[in-house]
């Protein structure tokens, strides 16, 4: 449905290089990065308020490059909303959807709109007297309204409190099924990627590291990079000895089949670690607590394994175990969650 192909831009201090991706009909991707990697540049080059200085962009198979923006019949949203704070919320929605249809339709449009979003009790009101996730659903239905080709999402949960971002989060899983809309969504929260994603990409120092679905992407980063940003606590070095990888002589893994010459890390996920030692099983280990730290829903461990291993217990797990700093431990990981880059 949309595809970029080999993009490239410099925008003031953003640059992003040869960019290729491609995004379907009715999938929610989510391009995960840091601050400042071009991720919003990219974004409206897709909407047409850019020109790439190299490269091109298609949509259903046309190339819509030099497109005006407006003929894209895209919907954009940005993290500031943007919304003519004065016009009512009824005539902010309306704004673009009179452009667009008979203003009978759209007055239809706008009542399933609101009722579908919750907000039929704020139309007379005016922009500053709404709250940020009123704002938001606000800015949701002008796009919505006029039936774009793809939803462009630019960090739109980012100003928002954590009660109104997971609130606004399942919003937006709701209007991707009802609507069976095509969303792209930037964003540098890992949750959040983790709870709409159905596909992802990591845009690292302006480049597109790696695309996938979510599971394959959280699931299997292909470099370092990548697996350091999307928050992999237990990344560790080693190299291939004898059929195993080895990090030290109290860290020795059983190697994967193929590619075993050219391994620099394992990795693997802190909830992934699991307390206690089966007799015969494999990749089991005993190692020191050296330091606890106390969270809302999990306590994590460190164990002093000459590498730091972290590991993320729930409460009721932690109370299982009289643990303390200088404790000795017995632990496994699983060999199903061990990863090699």
């Known amino acids: 449905m949309l595809k970029v192909a080999n993009v490239s831009k410099r925008l003031g201090d953003f640059t992003i290089n040869n960019i290729n991706l491609e995004v379907d009909r009715g999938q929610y991707f989510v391009i995960l990065g840091p601050s400042g990697t071009g991720k ?21 198979d046309k190339d819509i490059t030099r ?26 929605i309306l704004f673009g959807a009179k452009k667009c249809f008979p203003l009978s339709d759209a007055l239809d449009k706008m009542m399933r709109l609101v009722d579908i979003l919750g907000i039929g009790h704020l139309l007379d009101r005016f922009p500053l007297t709404l709250s940020g996730g009123e704002q938001q659903r ?75 679905t979510a599971d394959e992407v959280f699931s299997h980063p292909n470099n ?22 080895k990090c030290n002589e109290k860290l020795i893994f059983p190697a994967p089949p193929v590619n075993n010459q050219n391994l620099s890390y394992i990795y693997f996920l802190s909830k992934d670690v699991r307390l206690g030692c089966q007799p015969g099983s494999s990749n089991c280990f005993h190692g020191v607590v050296a330091g606890i730290s106390f969270q809302k829903d999990f306590v994590n461990l460190s164990i002093d394994m000459g590498h730091q291993v972290k590991i993320k217990l729930s409460h009721r797990e932690f109370n299982d175990y009289p643990l303390t700093c200088g404790s000795n431990i017995d632990f496994h990981i699983p060999a199903s969650s061990l990863g090699f880059i």
Do not use: C, W
Request: charge should be negative.
């Open 40 to 60: 919003t540049v990219l974004l409206e080059i897709i909407a047409g308020f850019h020109h790439p200085d190299k490269g091109r962009v298609y949509l259903f």
């Open 67 to 92: 497109l005006p923006a407006e003929a894209r019949k895209m919907g954009f949203v940005y993290q500031d909303y943007m919304l003519f704070p004065h016009m009512t919320v009824k005539d902010n």
């Open 138 to 212: 606000v800015a949701l239905a002008r796009v919505l309204i006029i039936e774009p080709t793809i939803l462009l999402l630019d960090e739109p949960l980012s100003s928002l409190d954590p009660n109104s971002k997971e609130t606004l989060q399942m919003e937006l899983k709701r209007i991707h099924e009802k609507f069976d809309t095509t969303i792209l969504h930037i964003t540098h929260d890992f949750n959040e990627a983790m709870s709409l994603a159905t596909h992802v990409g990591v845009m690292i120092d302006g480049t597109l590291a790696q695309t996938g």
């Open 224 to 245: 370092l990079d990548v697996a350091s940003f999307l928050g992999i606590e237990n990344i560790i070095p080693g190299q291939y000895v004898d059929g195993t990888f």
